[in-house]
């Protein structure tokens, strides 16, 4: 490892390390613009000189662009690099715009920064500035391009990080342009990130345009909850209001980056229409009026008629204390799953990952073959997509086992397959590529216990069995959503099968919601949504009580639902969205959103993550004040602060005494959670969190059961309801900014299929159901298994009403 010296401070770095990144380690900040750690050198801006006293190139160099080596030693104050970096600044200002005043990016500007710093204030060049036309490239981002320095940023990280190319480099030498051959919507859902990248203002946050500075908003470390892999975010508040959400760096899950639906999908909590006071029948009362009712509503029916559905979206403070009060009261559930097999799959996944198996989503990009089986990562999980590009553009190998028509951003292959088949083509694959002879016990039992290629149907691809074969570090990613729970096990007995052929191999699950693991902790089979619904269906429930759950967007069966609301007494919901079912609740307790009441959430590899309180809470000014001036009324409290924290309240409705004091109440929140799942005080949650302690499960080992794959019915089409990167997940739907980008409303289905039911591209059919007809346009895919109709869970289709499986006959042209 090489020792130099900077500023007369010696250092060892790693052998390959840029002397920007030496100095950054010894807390010496040099002046950049193209430089970027995700993205690494180019040597563009020239900005980053440094002065080389002793090494193999004396002189002026940039520092993006020279290695450390050892003896070298470096100055980033000599006179003639601090000059040389004032030239560069003041060439680069003679066409840039003097609009700070103006532009969304005064702040937090590093060009702006760099002038200052260097000491640049006087414009010596005489000559016209160079302007260019602004393009509008959809809802989020702004496009400013005068205000462009030519640092490549923008287009390196569009095109070669993340793999999207319909926005990049136009132009030559002084007319370089940076934007798309035609404007329109970006088609990356991840170009919130450019706002982020862009070290001037050429590329600004659309949706958070004019609401303030950088300096004017309360900046909180935060999790994203659009999904289930916990990505870390900077949440700004001003006004009492969510403004703007940014990424924020986590070398352990999502790096530097955050997906357009993590990013922007925080628009649910600053709505006008949020619910921000109970309500009895409809009618607006007070909190402890309200809560009074519904618990001697509660207190009149025997705890085995009432139920408590809760969910996964849920901080684990609120998962914890809603079992807790169930329990303590003897109401049935919670429910925090649709059915048992939704969740048998989370149960699998969270007793599967064992300690040394488990890998986190930073630690893909390390792998050398990826087999995916069941997941559709841009669509469930957008940040495991850009993940697995990065390791993709290391050479690994990327295989998918799916029946939708999956779509990355990288090549990769395909092997289409039926969703009941998806654990037989992942055991013959293990079966090929893996040798017996290293193998004994249990390993050895199972591997033998494997299918070989059936006597007739395709055969697996070659290749796919030779490269698992050949990689080290192999990484198995299972889905959750469409897979049997026998093949989440599977997945889990594979990745031990290659640790058993001396294989550094990991395992990564998806999950349904951002604190599924957390819930399918405390969950309980026999308490499942569909079964308290029955219940309450067939007159066994009386009383209902939702905690920020609305089984109108998340539940499958509708018919079923409203039989069970129709026939109940009481229906109690806490919640924090206006929702069918906070609309139709008998009694409603407005609850907290994770930017006011802060909560613990435990992502799909089983890492403990804090989200902090981002603010107190309340109305936003803007509505306060009708978009003008706030009320001149002064009072010690805030408008529109009714709302509690969930866990609170649905501890209070099972009569327990919660402490007055907001720090106490976090504390005692903590306590609960901490108590209920394991997990850890957040006073010791590091930064990147913590992963939890795994048990040992050597016992439950190569358990997994491969059933035979069932032979498909010719009349039966598999409707596959699916996850889109917008319109789906629930939370996300309530922001405007993203409309603009959800699919519209179809159903994929093969070639083969296609032409068996005499449909083209295109063409709307509608598909009979017992519940009626519903409609929607085709989408015939090459990619997609036979036998299997893909069909969003857009919101704007009563997707409920589908089923899981039609006849072919009762699909027609409309």
Excluded at 305 to 311: E, H
Excluded at 506 to 530: H, I, M, P, R, W
Excluded at 748 to 754: F, L
Aim: proline share 6%; charged share 25%; with cysteine.
């Amino acid at each position: 490892m090489p020792k130099l010296i900077i500023d007369d401070r010696e250092i060892e770095v790693a052998t390959g390390t840029k002397v920007i990144e030496a100095a950054a380690q010894l807390g010496i900040s040099i002046p950049r613009f193209c430089y970027h750690p995700a993205l690494g050198s180019v040597g563009a801006c020239r900005v980053c000189a440094v002065k080389v006293l002793e090494g193999p190139a004396k002189g002026i160099q940039m520092s993006c662009m020279l290695e450390a080596v050892d003896g070298m030693q470096v100055s980033t104050a000599d006179r003639e690099a601090v000059e040389f970096r004032r030239y560069v600044i003041e060439w680069l200002m003679m066409n840039h715009p003097h609009d700070c005043p103006v532009c969304d990016e005064g702040g937090h500007c590093l060009l702006q920064d760099m002038t200052v710093s260097g000491g640049h204030g006087l414009r010596r060049f005489p000559g016209k500035k160079r302007t260019y036309p602004d393009q509008d490239l959809g809802p989020l981002v702004q496009h400013e391009m005068n205000r462009c320095i030519h640092c490549y940023r923008c287009a390196r990280f569009y095109q070669q990080f993340c793999g999207y190319r319909d926005l990049g480099v136009l132009g030559i030498g002084n007319r370089t342009y940076f934007g798309r051959t035609a404007g329109g919507r970006l088609e990356s859902p991840f170009s919130g990130n450019l706002s982020d990248i862009c070290p001037t203002g050429v590329f600004t946050d659309k949706p958070s345009r004019f609401i303030g500075r950088r300096w004017d908003y309360q900046r909180t470390p935060t999790v994203c909850i659009h999904c289930s892999l916990g990505c870390h975010a900077v949440t700004s508040v001003r006004y009492r209001q969510v403004a703007r959400q940014e990424a924020r760096m986590s070398a352990a899950v999502n790096g530097w980056f955050l997906c357009d639906r993590g990013r922007y999908g925080f628009f649910y909590a600053s709505r006008a229409d949020r619910p921000r006071q109970a309500a009895i029948k409809g009618e607006t009362a007070g909190m402890e009026e309200a809560l009074a009712h519904a618990r001697s509503r509660l207190e009149a029916l025997a705890p085995a008629a009432v139920a408590v559905i809760g969910s996964p979206r849920s901080s684990t403070e609120v998962l914890a204390l809603t079992e807790r009060a169930a329990r303590l009261r003897g109401w049935r559930g919670p429910a925090f799953f649709a059915d048992v097999g939704a969740a048998l799959k989370v149960k699998a996944a969270v007793s599967r990952l064992e300690a040394g198996l488990a890998v986190s989503l930073g630690e893909i990009d390390q792998a050398d073959f990826i087999l995916i089986v069941g997941a559709d990562p841009i669509n469930e999980a957008p940040m495991l997509a850009l993940a697995l590009r990065q390791a993709a553009q290391k050479g690994a190998g990327v295989w998918v086992v799916d029946p939708r028509p999956v779509s990355l951003p990288f090549e990769f292959a395909h092997i289409p397959t039926a969703p009941k088949a998806l654990g037989a083509v992942l055991g013959r694959l293990l079966r090929k590529s893996i040798e017996p002879a290293g193998l004994d016990g249990p390993a050895a039992r199972f591997h033998a216990s494997l299918p070989g290629d059936p006597a007739s149907g395709p055969e697996l691809p070659a290749r796919a069995a030779e490269l698992l074969a050949a990689s080290r570090r192999p990484i198995i990613v299972c889905g959750t959503g469409i897979v049997a729970a026998e093949w989440v096990e599977l997945a889990a007995d594979a990745a031990l099968l290659l640790r058993a052929a001396q294989k550094k191999a990991g395992l990564f699950y998806v999950l349904a919601e951002a604190n599924a693991f957390a819930a399918g902790l405390l969950t309980q089979l026999d308490s499942t949504t569909d079964r308290v619904l029955k219940a309450a269906a067939e007159g066994d429930i009386q009383a209902l009580v939702l905690v920020e759950n609305d089984p109108f967007a998340t539940f499958p069966d509708r018919r079923l639902l409203e039989q069970a609301l129709a026939r109940i007494e009481l229906l109690i919901v806490l919640d924090y969205l206006d929702t069918p079912a906070s609309r139709r609740a008998h009694v409603f307790l407005p609850t907290q959103t994770l930017y006011e009441s802060g909560g613990i959430f435990i992502n799909q590899e089983g890492r403990v993550q804090y989200s902090a309180a981002a603010f107190a809470g309340g109305t936003p000014v803007r509505e306060t004040g009708g978009r003008d001036h706030p009320p001149r009324v002064y009072g010690s409290g805030l408008p529109g602060a009714a709302p509690q924290p969930a866990g609170q309240l649905v501890a209070r409705l099972a009569g327990e005494e919660i402490p007055i004091d907001i720090r106490a109440q976090r504390e005692y929140f903590s306590e609960q959670a901490s108590r209920l799942a394991g997990l850890p005080d957040t006073e010791r949650l590091p930064p990147d969190g913590l992963r939890l302690a795994l048990r040992n499960i050597s016992a439950e080992r190569f358990k997994s059961m491969l059933p035979p794959v069932p032979a498909a019915e010719s009349d039966d089409i598999e409707i596959i309801l699916t996850e889109r990167t917008f319109g789906t997940e629930e939370l996300s739907t309530y922001s405007a900014c993203l409309e603009t980008l959800e699919d519209e409303t179809f159903a994929g289905v093969s070639r083969q299929d296609a032409e068996a039911l005499g449909i083209r591209d295109g063409d709307r059919i509608a598909i009979r159901t017992e519940n009626g007809a519903v409609e929607l346009a085709a989408r015939v895919c090459d990619n997609m298994a036979a036998g299997a109709m893909m069909i969003p869970r857009l919101r704007r289709l009563p997707w409920q009403t589908l089923g899981k499986s039609i006849r072919r006959r009762d699909i027609r042209k409309a």
